[in-house]
């Protein structure tokens, strides 16, 4: 068990660099497309903008490819657990909202 327990950890770590290498990267050089103004809203809302250029670069930015993905693209767009989460909630749930952002 405790070596499993590490491997996650290790795994959880080396998808959070990956993350912020991706967001620096992207940071650098202007998005290809823009983000409809009902997706940057919902992200916005759920204290997720700073993942927007994520679903950006992918050009997953309107809601109707948003509301196509599931948890599996979301990971492999490298948002976090808690991110995905959240958001695959929300596009289910169109009238929920965080309390805490």
Known sequence: PL???????????SERRQREAKLAELARRPPAIQAAPDVARLMDELGLSHFLPLLLAEEAADMET????????????????????????????????????
């Not at 990971?75 to 991110?83: H, I, S, T, V």
């Open 3 to 13: 070596h499993a327990l590490r491997q996650r950890a290790e795994q959880a770590v």
């Open 66 to 101: 948003l509301i196509c993905l599931e948890a599996g693209d979301l990971k492999d767009l490298l948002l976090p657990l808690g991110a995905r989460t959240k958001l695959l909630y929300a596009l289910k749930h169109p009238d929920w909202r965080p309390r805490y952002k």
